[in-house]
Structure formats: structure tokens, C-alpha cells
């Protein structure tokens, strides 16, 4: 079953991993997209804050990213830029460690989870690769997160997928409604509304 459109706004809970709450929001513009969120959360005893603005083109793929961080050590910043060529500056400067990336996966977020989903489009027991500039949460540190994406069945409210960040020893199985959003993402997150 493909995706259909995404839900204007989505909310998540987080647990396991930290305890708290994400909003987001999903805005057609032009032929791309704009999503706007936060989340809020404690994480080993420490409260924090990150709000982010990312555009991605009509096929889900990352263009810009601006992320925001609270917490007790104070306010971070981080802006990324994707060009046409695929590579990306990060506060300006640019990473070649990044080049071939095409999505921004944000610690802080479980929707971000979501882009090379649809973005890959892949059909039942095919797998991807799906590198992505990864965002920390505490700090805002930006570093190159390998990621691998199999479409494993349609479960009863859309798809589900394994997924694997080999760096972390982590493996799950994500679900996804039928607007290729997260509803379930074991040890991080489950959808709210």
C-alpha cells in the first residue's frame, strides 16, 4: 500500500529512552514541504528543549535544516544546507562527510524517521541504505549516522519497516500510518495523536 498524504500534525510520546513529548507540523509549500516541531524532554536526569524548521523537496528529501536546543548549559543553534549536488554546509561551512546524505535525522524526533521511508519507497523484503546528517539532542553536535531501512510487511494501519543504526548496536521494527508517519518506534516513541 503506498502513503498517502501526511496528517497536517502529528504528537509523540516519548519513553524508554527519554521521557517526553514531540509536536509536529507538516505544510505543503510549493511542490516541497516545510515541517515545523518540538520536542521536550528529560533524558538521564537532564531537561531539555529542540525546536526545528526542516524543507524537503516533493520527493522527501532533505533540503535545509534550522534546530534549536534549550537546556541547563544554554541556547545551541545549528543551521544545514543541502545543495542540488548533495552536499551540505552546516552553519555555513562545508562537510564533505556529509556528501551523499539525503535526509537530517534528528535524535530528538521521531518523525524524522519517517523521510526515507517515503522517500526510498521501497516494496515488500527490499532493503536501503539511507545515510543521514544526524542531530544530538543534548548539544545539537552534527555527525554522519548510517542507517538501513527494510520493508519488512503492511501492518493493520500502514507500513512497517526494520531499521538499524549499526553505530548504536540498534535495531527495531518502526511502524508507520497510512501517511507514512511513525506510530511506533520501540525504546523511543509512540505516536499520541
Do not use: K
Not at 548510517?146 to 526494520?162: K, N, P
Amino acid at each position: 500500500m503506498p502513503f498517502c498524504d501526511p496528517p497536517v500534525s502529528a504528537a509523540w510520546q516519548h519513553r524508554d529512552a527519554r521521557a517526553g513529548f514531540e509536536v509536529a507540523f507538516v505544510h505543503p509549500v510549493g511542490s516541497g514541504y516545510r515541517v515545523e516541531g518540538t520536542t521536550t524532554a528529560v533524558e538521564d536526569g537532564e531537561a531539555w528543549i529542540v525546536g526545528y524548521s526542516l524543507r524537503l523537496d516533493p520527493g522527501w528529501t532533505a533540503r535545509s535544516a534550522h534546530v534549536v536546543g534549550r537546556s541547563a548549559g544554554g541556547v545551541r543553534e545549528v543551521s544545514l544546507e543541502r545543495d542540488r549536488a548533495g552536499r551540505w554546509r552546516i552553519d555555513g561551512t562545508a562537510v564533505a562527510a556529509f556528501d551523499g546524505c539525503m535526509d537530517v535525522d534528528l535524535e530528538s524526533s521521531a518523525l524524522t524517521n519517517a523521510f526515507p521511508v517515503r522517500r526510498l519507497g521501497l516494496d515488500i523484503g527490499r532493503r536501503a541504505d539511507a545515510p543521514a546528517v544526524y542531530v544530538r539532542a543534548a548539544d545539537l553536535a552534527v555527525e554522519r549516522l548510517e542507517q538501513r531501512y527494510v520493508r519488512l510487511d503492511d501492518g493493520e494501519h500502514g507500513q512497517r519497516y526494520g531499521y538499524a543504526a549499526p553505530r548504536f548496536g540498534f535495531e527495531c521494527e518502526i511502524s508507520y500510518d497510512a501517511g507514512g508517519l511513525v506510530l511506533a518506534y520501540p525504546g523511543i516513541a509512540v505516536r499520541a495523536a
